[in-house]
């Protein structure tokens, strides 16, 4: 399209295929016709047109086809000089698909991480209900035989008070575990 004007001079078929339009009514069309923020538009044309080094990706922008659906787009374009005006030459690829999948894969990321939460929360309350349940019954088990134990069994006594210690020491690691997965 021609910079000052903003009128499309040429086109090809993915344009007149991707916006509804013949080539014909598609050459009497302006930059502003197919974008949905014309403000925006003509500043992004602007843009390219002072862009004297060559192609460049516009920011992600919305048109709109000839049967009025809008959809995002990337352009990517570069201008260059012909019969003394400045021409924009430009390519507008479609980026539904690609946003579509963006948004799927971060749902996706999201309800692995919720998942994941969630099995560190069950991890954690089976530590803590059933293992660490599991510990203190076993301590209070031994405690009650150390009891019961005869008065010259002082080596099952010790055995019982190292025990009942170690116990006591996987009881708390369970529960800082536990603590540590919610």
Known sequence: FDAQSQKFEDSNSAATDLFGYSKDDFLKLTV???SVTKDTAI???EKIGINISGGKYAHLRYFKKKNGAVFPGEIYAGNFISKFRKKIIGAVRDVTNHLKAEETIRALSLGLLTAQEMERKRIASDLHDDIG?????LKIRIQNLQKILPKNQDNLREECVNTIEYTSQLIEKVRRISHGLT
């Open 32 to 34: 502003e016709d197919i």
């Open 43 to 45: 500043t992004a044309a």
């Open 133 to 137: 349940q599991t510990l203190a019954y």
